[in-house]
């Protein structure tokens, strides 16, 4: 399958469910309250404020956002990719390809065989 049209239905579902959840708690502040809907207002909060914090959490990653307080704490991947390479590259060598790890795996699968 297409990966666009794949991302547009992953984007149409999570829009969905954060709808469906502001939905659900919007409703249970018109209903009178008891156990039951304190329940389901508790769990269509929880949702939105999970949804958002991910949401957040991921564009904060990758891309910058304009709000003046945060927006230094954004964008960091695109910022520290060179660092990031670096210490990635640093880590495959000293744990994967030291002569330790390669004698071992060598070892484990016989190639002679």
Do not use: Y
């Amino acid at each position: 399958m297409n990966k666009l049209i794949e991302l547009r239905r992953a984007k149409m579902l999570a829009l969905s469910l954060l709808l469906i959840a502001a939905a659900t708690f919007v409703v249970t502040l018109f209903l009178p309250p008891n156990f039951w809907v304190s329940g389901v207002k508790a769990i269509a909060e929880a949702a939105m404020v999970g949804a958002l914090a991910d949401w957040f959490a991921v564009v904060a990653l990758f891309r910058r956002v304009p709000i003046p307080i945060i927006s230094r704490h954004t964008a960091i991947i695109p910022r520290n990719k060179d660092r990031i390479g670096e210490n990635l590259g640093q880590f495959v060598q000293e744990k994967f390809l030291d002569t330790q790890s390669l004698v071992a795996l060598i070892r484990r699968h016989e190639p002679a065989l």
